[in-house]
């Protein structure tokens, strides 16, 4: 009988189970660990560190050919030693010299790889320990895995993310789905599709952790992942039961999750309750707001420290700093709270809210757009959050001023507006709230019934907000009743309720994130025949918003004139203005007002019998905002937008040959889908028809480029937009230099950032 070789003390552990593809983590780590003797694998508990450590050694062990040693320090209390455990496994004890010396005299000048895994508990040691071999021992490297930083000058950190989740734009399977049917392959060996769509949910759920989606991959012998998605509603008593020879601390998730709660202080555990009431991603500025005066420490401080010990993340952002919590570690907060503390940082957080909202709408009109359009996006979820809590709370009051003063930026500009009329509901299930928030959501509401169609109880809501506006003495809401009475009449008398409107918001519109009033003007002038009348108010409105630095609106308007022009049947002008608000929008980076403005230019197409190109417009809207049309959803009134653009094109093109071209189009990047929006060639060669309409004597696609390079575009990067060659680029910035009779880049800039240059 062959006798079973012994492994040797320290060698790396046998790995029992396949290690799902983590190749670009891997690369980047080696590359990590050539440029430095101590990198630290950072990351909460159940990433994955100490399986991404194993694979790491054994990826580059020929470079070390002293040796590899891996110590598994969990088992070390904080009471312990460190320098003990590792003289055992290694069995330095032999070696003349107190432990640490032994260490050091054990491993030598070697080249060597020593893996310290799992240091958190006793970090201080780990961080002395390490010390004195790198500076004793110059072979010797260093990898340490943790929740929590060493904090000495060698280290490099190395965060090891969570497994990517599915990509619902992909058909390949993510590393999350691969890890989940690998561990349930025994019983689910082929997943119908229903199946694979719960299980892609699961992990999406779960942030991709390894440890959370094991777990629930082992409850597939006794329920159906449909089953354990809606077990996840209370994750952390559902996730449990793991192998008996794993560790108290990935026996389960609540485990996994205590093991790093009590490594922190007093203090980082309150802040750690305290933010789990938001359900997503949060500022500095939010910490600091939710501690109030509290406390000597400092907010950053804090937030730093619960950083380094993986307890929050940096969620990635463009210029704002964000920081969140998994889902599982959030509800572990919940979990710990009493119920002062959460009702006590529920409020905090609706404040916080109510004076944020505030402060977009004063902002709104400004430079600052994008900023605010950035993070509605990315706090949505703690808005929803704020606004949960305020009903739960009977706090009618509140709701209602988190709705009303977010209308326009929060629902409106993301095409939100179904969701924004399903919480005016519920407000309102509560009871109206007497005050002029109150009265600006009953007219929101009776906007959205007559939109819907529904005369009698839109008008009904409209006459209780008027009824509450006279009750309130407030001229903002009374301002508001006659802009829709304005819209509903569309008479001869709409005008001067109109200007009676403006009058009372003090002679402008005072709140722009909420009511273009003045367009609305525009637009019923345009309606009762003065179309000089209405050019010249939409002109001075365009050169007062470039003015004030402001795009959003300015795009709302041009894609108003745009439409308007394509009623008219001046379709060249039309297709200009609503590339031009496209232009705006993309600089925005609002996928919603992209897909509104390629929407309305495939409206211009099919009136000009550019049919392909409708189509294939209309696809690229569905690909960027949704199917259904856009307007639609911002405009409750256009419902019928989406189809006078469908049914002429399918009459001249037959239906074979419109899904054809709205396919491709739904295909596009949406990179892609703008490029061509701009009257770019589709990639593969097929030219779009260009438009011959100009500004200022340029070509359509010389003011395509002249607006890029107005946008601090290199030529290269105006290539890359357009989907052309940069000598392309290059050869339309020059030819629009010499016909302006410009000599330099900044002078076609400037230019190009005149309203009259706008306008056209």
């Keep these: 009988m062959k006798t079973l070789e012994r492994r040797r003390p320290g060698a790396l552990p046998p790995e029992y189970s396949s290690f799902v593809d983590r190749r670009t ?94 240091c958190e508990q006793v970090v201080d040691q780990c961080a002395e320990l390490v010390s004195g071999i790198l500076l004793e021992c110059p072979g010797i490297s260093v990898i340490a895995t943790s929740r929590a930083l060493l904090r000495i000058a060698p280290e490099r950190v190395f965060q090891v993310e969570p497994l990517e ?78 192998h008996r020879d794993l560790p108290d601390r990935q026996q389960t998730i609540r485990a996994a999750i205590t093991w790093s709660y009590d490594l922190c202080t007093d203090v980082e555990r309150g ?40 307890i929050i993340l940096r969620r990635p952002s463009n210029d704002v700093v964000y920081f969140g919590m998994l889902d599982t570690v959030r509800r572990f907060g919940i979990e710990q ?12 957080m609706r404040d916080w809210y109510l004076a944020r909202l505030a402060r977009l709408e004063a902002e709104w009109y400004g430079p600052n757009q994008a900023y605010w359009l950035a993070l509605t996006r990315t706090e949505l979820p703690n808005i929803r959050a704020a606004l949960e809590f305020c009903i739960a709370s009977g706090d009618a009051q509140s709701a209602a001023r988190l709705l009303i003063t977010g209308w326009r930026v929060v629902w409106q500009a993301h095409g939100r507006t179904d969701e924004l009329y399903r919480w005016a509901l519920r407000v309102l299930e509560l009871g109206i709230p007497q005050t002029p928030e109150g009265a600006q959501l009953l007219t929101m509401l009776g ?52 200007y009676e409107a403006l009058r009372l918001e003090g002679g402008s519109t005072a709140n722009p994130a909420r009511s273009n009033l003045e367009e609305t003007i525009a637009i019923v002038e345009y309606g009762l025949g003065d179309e000089a009348a209405a050019e010249r108010r939409r002109e001075a409105l365009i050169a007062r918003s470039v003015r004030a630095g402001e795009s959003f609106e300015t795009a709302f308007m041009l894609t108003n004139s745009g439409t308007i022009a394509t009623r008219k049947g ?58 259904g049309g856009v307007m639609a959803s ?52 097929s030219a779009a028809r260009p438009s011959s309409a100009g500004v200022g004597g340029l070509s359509a696609r ?59």
């Design 25 to 118: 983590q891997l690369a980047a780590a080696r590359t990590a660990l050539g440029e430095t003797r101590l990198l630290t694998l950072l990351g909460p508990g159940g990433v994955g560190k100490t399986r991404f450590a194993i694979r790491l050694s054994q990826s580059v062990r020929k470079l070390y050919p002293a040796g590899l040693w891996f110590i598994d320090l969990s088992g070390v209390s904080a009471t312990g030693s460190v320098v003990d455990e590792v003289n055992r496994i290694v069995g330095a004890q032999g070696v003349s010299g107190d432990g640490a010396e032994s260490i050091a005299q054990f491993f030598g000048d070697g080249r060597g790889l020593l893996v310290l895994d799992n």
């Design 271 to 310: 802040l750690l309750r305290r933010m789990s009431v938001f359900v997503g991603s949060w500022e500095l500025d939010a910490v600091e707001w939710m501690c109030g005066s509290e406390g000597n420490e400092l907010p950053l401080d804090i937030v730093q420290s619960l950083l380094d010990k993986s």
């Design 447 to 498: 906007v959205f019934a007559l939109g819907k169609g529904e005369a009698e109880p839109g008008m009904q809501r409209i006459a209780q907000a008027e009824a509450l506006a006279e009750q309130l003495d407030d001229d903002y809401s009374r301002a508001l009743v006659l802009h829709v009475r304005a819209l509903v009449s569309r008479g001869p008398g709409s005008l001067e309720l109109l």
């Design 165 to 242: 989740p599915p990509d619902p734009n992909r058909e390949t399977l993510s590393p999350a789905v691969s890890l989940f049917l690998d561990r349930s392959a025994s019983v689910l060996p082929d997943p119908s599709v229903a199946e694979l769509e719960a299980i892609a949910e699961i992990c999406r759920r779960l942030d991709g952790m390894p440890l959370a989606i094991e777990l629930a991959a082992a409850r597939v012998r006794v329920i159906s992942p449909a089953q354990i998605l809606e077990r996840l509603a209370e994750p952390l008593g559902f996730l449990s039961s793991g």
């Design 702 to 760: 010389e003011s395509q480029v002249a607006a890029l390079v107005g946008q601090g575009l290199t030529d290269r990067q105006i290539a890359d937009r357009l989907v052309i060659s940069r000598r392309t680029a290059e050869g339309h910035v020059a030819n629009s230099l010499t016909k302006l009779g410009f000599t330099s880049r900044a002078q076609l800039a400037a230019w190009s950032r005149r309203p009259d240059a706008m306008s056209g």
């Design 337 to 348: 709270s009493t119920p002062d503390e959460l009702q006590e940082a529920r409020s905090r």
């Design 570 to 627: 001046d379709f060249e002008s039309a297709i200009r203005m609503l590339r031009q608000a496209l232009s705006l929008n993309q600089n925005l980076e609002n996928p919603f007002a992209i897909a509104m403005a390629e929407e309305t230019l495939a409206d211009a197409a099919a009136g000009a019998r550019d049919f392909v190109r409708a189509a294939t417009l209309l696809g690229i809207t569905d690909g960027v905002g949704g199917s």
């Design 634 to 685: 911002f405009v409750p009134n256009a419902r019928g937008f989406r189809a006078a653009i469908i049914e002429p094109t399918v009459a001249a093109l037959g239906v074979r040959a419109y899904e054809a071209a709205y396919a491709r189009g739904r295909a596009l990047t949406e990179a892609e889908g703008i490029a061509y929006g701009l009257g770019a060639q589709l990639p593969g060669g």
